[in-house]
């Protein structure tokens, strides 16, 4: 720090973050293609405020405790040790500066901890992944102190995020906006962007790297809102049911999804940290009471799982072993399911979460790999895919195998 106004930190803005830096609106919103710099940029402009005043308090919020780690990382590397007032505080994941200024991070899959606190400032990281619900339950945060607002995020879709950014475009007072492809930062390497725009889909490109706000045309399946439907039921004695089973793996849940032959969810349990005899059970039980056939994830971990569930349900159960290929086919099946509205399931919200967040991407073959985002969870869909894999299919089972047909 060379004055009581200047500080110095490990970060130098190229030209399009500098016009960020200049505004002193209320609620600014960036809208930015991937790898453009704007973690680092809003970063960079929390310590800015940090230090315009002493004693602020402002959070960072991300959508999840992974990428909240991120911004830790990112936080570390860009400010001088000397501006922090002891060592930072990892478990409370904070920061305090010299001047009594303090920065927290908050990760917004923990509504509850986002509520309470008086704020002079927040930012959003990734603000399309964040639930409206939790920018909600934030916002009050920065009222009395009349705090500012500062939203980053690559688009996905056109939701609340997308609304916000509007607001800055059409001039609205206190609000300003800017859209910034990746290729904008200078740094950019000029060849990734030709690469991606002449071998990936044109809508995965406008929205990841030309940083577009798309309709749900960009969304690996569509029509979700209009599945959604009806309730859970018991089982009925003259109804077929099947059933798709997602295994947990490390820190992943264990789904069961059970529909019927209309292909309605009719049962669902999620579940994790119980042990393997207790999980083997309540899958089994689940199986026993609809009298369902189905497919659970045998790949890895989930091979000796499927081998003593296969012993507890003969004819019942079979494994799904995993290859690009195979998941390739399982997503397409379930896409083509809510392409023509033959899906449907009760207001499972972590379910809707995950099917809205389900991304795809083009490997160098020219195949697509599906996958949920970075540091986010697919189990749920995998579990809808795999019952629904089984309704679409008509068994005939011999053995500890499968043979299936289309329907």
Not at 33 to 55: N, P, V
Request: aromatic share 14%; glycine share 6%; with cysteine.
């Amino acid at each position: 720090m060379t004055n009581e106004n200047i500080i110095e930190i490990n970060y130098k803005p190229h030209e399009k973050q500098k016009l960020f830096h200049k505004s002193d609106a209320r609620w600014r919103i960036l809208n930015c293609g991937r790898r453009w710099g704007k973690t680092e940029c809003a970063i960079a402009e929390a310590l800015r405020l940090s230090f315009k005043k002493s004693m602020q308090r402002g959070w960072i919020v991300a959508p999840t405790f992974p990428l909240s780690q991120e911004d830790w990382r990112t936080l570390n590397k860009i400010i001088p040790i000397n501006l922090i007032k002891g060592e930072p505080l990892k478990a409370e994941r904070k920061f305090i500066f010299i001047n009594g200024s303090e920065i927290e991070l908050k990760s917004a899959d923990n509504e509850a901890s986002l509520r309470g606190a008086g704020l002079d400032w927040c930012i959003l990281d990734e603000a399309s992944r964040i639930k409206e619900d939790s920018w909600n339950a934030l916002r009050p945060s920065l009222s009395d102190k009349q705090g500012k607002g500062i939203f980053i995020s690559t688009p996905k879709g056109k939701n609340w995020f997308y609304r916000i950014y509007l607001l800055g475009k059409e001039n609205k007072e206190g609000y300003e906006s800017w859209h910034f492809p990746s290729n904008t930062n200078p740094y950019f390497p000029a060849e990734e962007w030709e690469e991606a725009r002449e071998n990936y889909p044109i809508d995965w490109f406008s929205q990841e790297y030309e940083a577009n706000f798309l309709d749900d045309v960009a969304a690996v399946f569509r029509n979700i809102g209009a599945a959604v439907k009806g309730e859970f039921e018991e089982p009925i004695a003259d109804k077929r049911y099947f059933a798709g089973v997602d295994v947990a793996k490390y820190q992943d849940f264990t789904v069961v999804t059970i529909m019927d032959e209309a292909k309605h969810v009719v049962y669902f349990d999620r579940f994790n940290k119980l042990n393997w005899e207790v999980q083997k059970i309540r899958i089994a039980n689940a199986f026993k009471k609809y009298k369902a056939v189905g497919f659970i994830d045998s790949t890895g971990v989930g091979d000796p799982i499927y081998e003593d569930l296969f012993k507890i349900l003969p004819m019942q159960i079979w494994g799904y072993k995993f290859t690009n290929d195979s998941k390739m086919n399982l997503i397409t099946n379930l896409q083509v399911a809510f392409e023509k509205s033959e899906i449907s399931f009760p207001n499972i919200e972590i379910l809707i979460d995950e099917l809205e967040a389900f991304e795809y991407e083009m490997l160098p073959s020219g195949k697509f790999r599906f996958n949920a985002p970075e540091n986010y969870h697919d189990d749920c869909v995998i579990s809808l895919a795999l019952a629904n894999w089984a309704a679409g299919h008509q068994f005939f089972a011999t053995g500890k195998t499968a043979t299936i047909t289309l329907r």
